[in-house]
């Protein structure tokens, strides 16, 4: 069965500084996977997801993840933090056999000025 | 705006109450699933439909829990003799047939059972 692992539960860091959330996954097949963000009294929102296209995959709001498959690891980094930034973010695999997307325990990013 | 429109925002009961939930969804989108979030955990499948039918249940879902989505459209959660454990975020998500992989979030229901 899939499953992932976030490594962090809280991250933080300061506003112009770079941002590291890890997540690992477990799959038996090969995955998609996705990192969600939630604001706090808004909906999920997908940031980015990988589908076998491309290992390094681009979202919004200048958000990255890289898919490592020696290292069984999908961490979404961004270059210069953003007060905005602060949130909840989930690392996310697809059941394809379910139709359901399983999500990891999240890790919440503080940005500080 | 994700366009998916859950009701109410907070609520509120007594242990042993019944409680109902509503999703308003994206009208082209046909699957619906709900989930349920608690505290310091990421969301949790519950259950889904395409169009009116109800394709999967979580074993999360005991038999005091059940679903709707009459004509396909809105869909509706019901709880029965809540139990201070059923306190949660349940949220609504819409998919697109035939990949599900982009899901538009409601903001859901907090429910809280005292």
């Known amino acids: 069965a899939q499953s992932v692992t976030q490594l962090d539960s809280h991250v933080s860091v300061s506003e112009g500084t770079p941002v590291l959330l890890r997540c690992n996954y477990s799959?038996?097949?090969?995955?998609?996977l996705f990192w969600y963000v939630q604001h706090p009294n808004k909906g999920l929102q997908l940031l980015l997801k990988y589908t076998s296209a491309a290992t390094l995959v681009k979202g919004i709001n200048g958000f990255e993840a890289e898919f490592k498959k020696s290292e069984t690891s999908f961490h979404l980094t961004k270059p210069s933090a953003h007060m905005s930034d602060a949130a909840e973010y989930f690392c996310?695999?697809?059941?394809?056999?379910?139709?359901?997307?399983?999500f990891g325990t999240g890790t919440r990013l503080q940005v500080f000025p | 705006d994700t366009g998916v429109s859950q009701n109410p925002r907070h609520k509120i009961t007594k242990r042993g109450q019944n409680v109902t939930f509503r999703c308003d969804p994206i009208s082209e989108h046909n699957r619906l699933y709900w989930y349920r979030q608690t505290l310091g955990q990421g969301p949790e499948f519950l259950t889904y439909f395409q169009n009116e039918a109800q394709l999967e249940k979580s074993r999360l879902l005991s038999d005091r829990f059940s679903a709707e989505r009459p004509k396909g459209s809105f869909s509706t959660l019901e709880i029965q003799r809540t139990e201070q454990g059923d306190s949660a975020m349940y949220l609504c998500?819409?998919?697109?047939?035939?990949?599900?992989?982009?899901?538009?979030f409601g903001s859901g229901t907090q429910l809280s059972v005292l």
């Open positions: 799959s038996s097949y090969s995955p998609s």
């Open positions: 996310v695999v697809s059941d394809s056999n379910t139709d359901k997307l399983i």
């Open positions: 998500a819409m998919g697109a047939d035939p990949t599900n992989e982009k899901l538009f």
